[in-house]
């Protein structure tokens, strides 16, 4: 069983369009980090929420912490093709370091 | 500038040999990981280490071993490689929970 559950695995957008992703688990986690990563290379990390119902913003990515810090969404604004990618949530819980992660979402965005 | 690398980038190698793939960081940090990544599963995480001469599990440690004799290395050992043990291995950092981790660039390698 996984522990943390992302949606849609695949998703293929035309470039301007909205899009959400979302990370979900039946356990507590005390802070979840979300990460890129692109062909060939290692993940990149965006953000990490670590209070439920926070919400924080990068340019056009909006990330936001379910209030019981069981699941995160991740909604790109007018997405571009530079946002092609995989769209990983990793998830620590307790005072470990230790992340687990989800199997992620692969994001086309076309011209 | 500090960074992470793993070499070799690509290694192919035969069934029961011992493989070892590097990882070398310069950020001083003193926790540091072991993940596999295969299609389907994800990242998975192999082995891991919170300091010099601390090294713990992970999920899929069975067949594999590392050692930390210094901050900046963790190098990871197949025993004896199979062809199950074929991935992309990533290696990462992070000085704690909240830093989120800094990824190596990866190692594929193929045993045959």
């Known amino acids: 069983t996984q522990l943390l559950e992302q949606s849609p695995q695949f998703l293929s957008i035309q470039e301007g369009e909205n899009l959400t992703v979302y990370c979900n688990s039946s356990?507590?986690?005390?802070?979840l980090q979300w990460y890129r990563q692109e062909p060939g290379e290692g993940p990149v990390l965006l953000v990490t929420v670590v209070t439920g119902g926070e919400v924080k913003k990068l340019k056009r990515l909006t990330f936001q912490f379910g209030d019981a810090r069981k699941d995160s969404s991740l909604h790109i604004t007018a997405a571009q093709p530079g946002d092609t990618g995989l769209y990983l949530c990793?998830?620590?819980?307790?005072?470990?370091?230790?992340?687990?992660f989800g199997k992620g979402t692969l994001l086309t965005v076309n011209p | 500038d500090a960074e992470i690398t793993q070499s070799p980038r690509h290694k192919i190698t035969e069934t029961g040999r011992q493989v070892t793939l590097a990882c070398h960081q310069t950020w001083n940090h003193n926790n540091m990981f072991w993940y596999r990544q295969d299609l389907g599963h994800g990242l998975r995480l192999i082995h891991y280490s919170y300091g010099v001469h601390d090294t713990n599990k992970g999920e899929v440690s069975d067949g594999y071993s590392v050692s930390r004799s210094n901050t900046e290395d963790l190098p990871l050992t197949l025993e004896s490689a199979a062809s199950s043990q074929t991935s992309v291995y990533f290696c990462?950092?992070?000085?704690?929970?909240?830093?989120?981790?800094?990824f190596g660039s990866g190692t594929r390698l193929t045993v045959v």
């Open positions: 990793a998830g620590a819980q307790g005072s470990n370091y230790k992340l687990t």
């Open positions: 356990s507590v986690f005390s802070s």
């Open positions: 990462a950092s992070s000085p704690g929970q909240l830093s989120g981790y800094t």
